[in-house]
């Protein structure tokens, strides 16, 4: 929804309001004389569904009469309002003069500013799209509607030739760039992307040449400003990128990376950060550009979950002991056993990098010793088996399990009784329990565990690829097979309920696919080879096979060669790739996340109008916030936010938001949930088979707003007895249907 600031200036004068029913201005016009500005009038331009701007002139707002008239244009394709300056005669009640700032550039000061008291109209990260105000004879006050602002692309510049690259405008900002250079040109750029804490790499064109960087301070650091230079590189007769210099939010400068040319260009928007490049790279760095998104320092981040603690189990005695869970990861395990059982236990963690030795809980004596170590870099301890003697309440085996590897039984376990210590989806940080000269029970602490990481298997030319941890699980996988090795591999992800396909190396050869059966099955075991393929004399993969939850085991994809590798996470499942790929599939790693299957939900058939394409969020814990837009038909796009096991889950638009932006609807979960859903739709003539038009939700504790018009057909969704843990339906431009999934109470 728009955000609306009230008029500044004078008092007096008739109110006019240009409303919302525009996406942005293209031309502003001031007259103004001795007494001050006389009238303002902008005009609007909004775009239809192909993105078409259609010109709206605005009304005069003020007397036109002699005096000098300024105009100020702006590109709505590419620039919008982030500002405005202006200066009022209190005693007069009249403003004297107006200045305008885009994210591109500012106008001249129209009007007189001497003595006049000063007023600002701005809203951080956000444009605006519409005037509101008063006037008479002259302008009075001036006030403002702002919406989101979106992000600014600059057209690359340099040469025209090699291949097309975009890294699009989704990520939150960047961490580091890092170049190839020789003495003429550009030969590499990488770029290290944050998106949503997460790191994502990138890079164009050649590893030639010495290497430099520049690291940022993110997130408290933002590149505000990028120089560069173009020029015919003479050896090859190509324009190229010749040199790159930044600035940043702190007033650091970066070096010159590269040597500097002829032609300059400069990427710079008003209060905008750096958060994508794109353009055209080969054997070197043909062309570069950029874009930039409205600067909002982020809040510091929320404080995380506590750890959960399972109590101790095992027998009764001992003295209580306690490591807590002020730790990142648990390092090494030592158990030393002896006839009666475990003499004593101690575990070594890590903190920010900082080893922690613990200390020993039992007591040193005669017996064996075994030790368990874990890297912590990319692996986590999971679960730990135990047994004890409960006639003498003593721990008298022990075995550790990690996403990666299972320690074997530390003592003894025969005859004993079984205890273990797990959280599905979670890892352990801390160890608590009791021990006197032997350990009499063991406990843990548990936070949620990071997606793991396999480095990629197979030859190191081609292009970086990365997809990254942001998805639920893998939908389909599919291939392009020769008879030697792996030409192209298409994968189908599940985000939000929503199908993402990304795709790597050269579609050519016969067409093969492997479909899980998601939400319900995933894959938990990946097993592939590579190999020198003889007519390219490239280290590439030659095969790949899957295994899934539901015990299911994929074809061999391509030929078996002799080199294998194995990516396997215990309790966990694949939910993105990574690699190097070109004319075909050089290398591939993958990501594991822990996996926790939905508990049984009833799934209450989407009701409304007819058309749009279905979207699923799937099943959560709950839901935390409702996010519902507005546009000219009814409701044009829904958001909710769930929590899965403690944690944030944002699901994503479905439909279209509108300058109007979101209502929101905040739950106090998890002691608030949604009962029933009730809606309104109706057939309106450009949305297709109906539009919803309505929605008005209600909890164990109240009724939310109506949220748009209601009509005459109407639906309620919900079921006595149940809660909603999350929503489906089908969406256009705009929300057509809508259905809940519900779980008892």
Known sequence: MAQKLEAKGGKGGNQWDD????????????????????????????????????????????????GFTQTFEIDPTSEYIVSVEGYYDESKGIIQALKFKTNKKTSDMIGYDENG???????????????????????????????????????YQGGSGAQLWDDGSNYNGVRKVSFSLDDTEIRQIRIEYDKSGLVEKREYGSNVGRQEEFV???????????????????????????????????????????????????????GSALIGFHGRAAAAVDAIGAYFSPLILSAPAPPPPPAEKLQAKGGNGGNQWDDLADHDHVTKIYVQGGQEGIQYVKFDYVKNGQPQSGSVHGLLGRGFTQTFEIDPTNEHLVSVEG??????????????????????????????????????????IGF??????????????????????????????????????????????SFALDANEIRQIRIDYDKGGLIERREYGGNVGRQEEFVVDYPSEYIIYMEGTCDIVS??????????????????????????????????????ALIGFHGRAAAAVDAIGAYFSRFILPPSAETLQAKGGEGGDPWSDGVFNGVRNIYVGQGENGVSAVKFVYDKDSQVAEGNDHGKPTLLGYEEFKLEYPSEYITTVEGCFDKIFGSGGGVITMLKFKT????????????????????????????????SHELHQLGVYVMPI
């Open 19 to 66: 409303l919302l029913d525009h996406d942005n201005i293209a031309k502003i016009h001031v007259q103004g004389g001795h007494e001050g500005i006389q009238y303002v009038k902008f005009d609007y331009v909004k775009f239809d569904n192909l993105k078409i701007g259609q010109p709206k002139l605005g009304s005069i707002h003020g007397l036109s009469r002699k």
């Open 117 to 155: 008291l000063k007023f600002s109209l701005e809203v951080k990260g956000k444009a605006i799209i519409g005037f509101h105000g008063f006037a008479d004879t002259n302008l009075n006050s001036l006030g403002a509607y702002f919406a989101p602002a979106p992000p600014t692309k600059f057209d």
């Open 216 to 270: 940022l301070d993110y997130p408290t650091e933002y590149i505000i400003y990028m120089e560069g230079t173009c020029d015919i590189v003479s050896d090859t007769s190509k324009n190229r990128v010749r040199s790159l210099m930044f600035k940043t939010s702190k007033g650091r400068t970066s070096p010159i990376f590269g040597k500097v040319a002829a032609r300059k260009f400069v990427f710079e928007s008003n």
């Open 387 to 428: 047994y004890y003697d409960e006639s003498k309440g003593l721990v008298q085996g022990l075995k550790f399990k990690t996403n990666k590897k299972t320690s074997d039984m530390i003592g003894y376990d025969e005859n004993g009784l079984k205890f273990s210590l797990e959280v599905n989806g979670k890892k352990i």
């Open 432 to 477: 608590h329990g009791y021990a006197q000269t032997y350990l009499n029970s063991l406990g843990a602490y548990f936070v949620t565990a990071p997606p793991t990481k396999f480095d990629y298997q197979g030859g190191s030319g081609a292009q970086l690829w990365d997809d990254g941890t942001n998805y639920n699980g893998v939908r389909k996988i």
């Open 535 to 572: 007519d390219a004399s490239k280290n590439r993969v030659r095969s790949l096979m899957f295994k899934t939850s539901k015990g299911r085991t994929s074809p061999i994809f391509g030929k078996v060669a002799a080199r294998k590798f194995v990516f396997e996470s215990n309790g966990s």
């Open 700 to 731: 164990n504790k109240r009724t939310s707003p109506p949220f748009g018009l209601e009509t005459t057909s109407n639906f309620v969704l919900g079921k006595e007895g149940y809660k909603i843990v999350g929503f489906h339906g089908t969406s």
